[in-house]
């Protein structure tokens, strides 16, 4: 920026100056012309920004028709990949029926006990009981089915992860699998959920801890006396996220993501960045047996509620049982799919 002639200079005591004045006004001219132009362009910039934004956050919208065009997992994305060729396990001609830390048992389920194992491109019809660490599951089919079967069975686990995997009930009625993946004794830690597709279950997860990520879980199975989740704890204070899955439940009971306080308090639980439909109610959030003391650290965040089932969301609305005054408890950023508005804190 030009400074400020002294007063006896524009007096035209000094013939120089008075020669350059001339410029300077025109450089005056130039500035003031380009910055003109500056905002105009910085205008049109914010201008096609927000257009932008629109047109980003419209793109968002419906997400439940399609959620992978918006990035959230479906059967396009999750449990096994597509063009993976799978070995079965049993006792037939070209069937496995063991390997290094696990085996078919007599009894018809798979039983690993080996720390450290890792099952992989396995067709599974039988149950998987884990009773060691570090286990991991990857690009496995599991289907099985009946009263009271469970696909995964975690028994005083530790560091498990069950990735990519594809795991279902047999059909939707009396051959749903009952728990798609289940810790028996809600003590398993560390556990990884991430990629699977889970169908036909009347729960599709059912942890007190660990990482439920990335999950497409949907279309449940159901007969008389189910109570449907998508995932579900029972109580507990190890840390609980359940972030990035597309949960959808077709009927008009019982959750999506459901905190029970069935044998303890609820606390040190994250629901993030889901897209969420369907069910009695969308979430309960943790505050269901006051015996068992109040919920506290639930961060209920950045979850997308779309419409495919109910108006509402779930049959009876959105959320219940969440204590908005509990100590760290939080509500905030979640938005409808269909509309992109902020869902007020229950």
């Not at 992109?340 to 804190?345: I, M």
């Amino acid at each position: 920026m030009s400074t400020k002639p002294s007063k006896a200079k524009e007096d035209g005591s000094n013939k120089s100056t008075r020669q350059r004045a001339p410029r300077r006004r025109h450089l005056r001219r130039l500035l003031v012309a380009t910055g003109i132009i500056v905002l105009a362009v910085a205008g049109i910039t914010v201008g096609l920004t927000s257009l932008l934004s629109q047109k980003s956050h419209a793109a968002q919208i419906t997400c439940g028709t399609a959620p992978s065009s918006c990035g959230f997992p479906d059967a396009t994305n999750t449990g096994v990949p597509s063009g993976t060729t799978l070995k079965t396990v049993g006792t037939g001609a070209g069937q496995v029926s063991s390997g290094t830390g696990w085996s078919l048992n007599s009894g018809g389920w798979v039983a690993v006990t080996g720390n450290g194992a890792t099952l992989s491109g396995l067709n599974i019809p039988y149950g998987v009981v884990i009773s060691a660490s570090n286990v991991t599951l990857n690009d496995d089919k599991i289907v099985i089915g009946g009263l009271s079967s469970i696909a995964v069975s975690l028994r005083h686990t530790s560091g498990v992860t069950i990735q990519n995997t594809t795991i279902a009930g047999m059909d939707s009625g009396a051959n749903r699998v009952m728990t798609g993946i289940k810790d028996i004794f809600s003590d398993s830690t560390g556990l990884t959920v991430n990629h699977d597709n889970i169908s036909l279950a009347e729960t599709g997860v059912q942890v007190d801890s660990g990482l439920v990520e990335n999950n497409y879980i949907h279309d449940p199975g159901f007969i008389a006396g189910d109570h449907t989740n998508g995932v579900m704890s029972n109580g507990g204070i190890v840390p609980l996220t359940i972030t990035h899955n597309t949960i959808f439940n077709n009927r008009s009971q019982t959750d999506d993501v459901g905190l029970f306080e069935d044998f303890s308090a609820q606390a040190n639980r994250t629901i993030s960045n889901n897209l969420l439909a369907g069910a009695g109610y969308s979430i309960y959030g943790g505050n269901t047996k006051s015996s068992n003391g109040p919920t506290s650290n639930i961060v209920i965040t950045g979850n997308v509620f779309a419409t495919n089932y109910y108006p509402t969301g779930g049959a009876y609305g959105l959320v219940a049982y969440f204590n908005s005054s509990g100590l760290g408890n939080s509500f905030k950023n979640n938005t409808w799919d269909t509309t992109g508005a902020t869902v007020p804190s229950p």
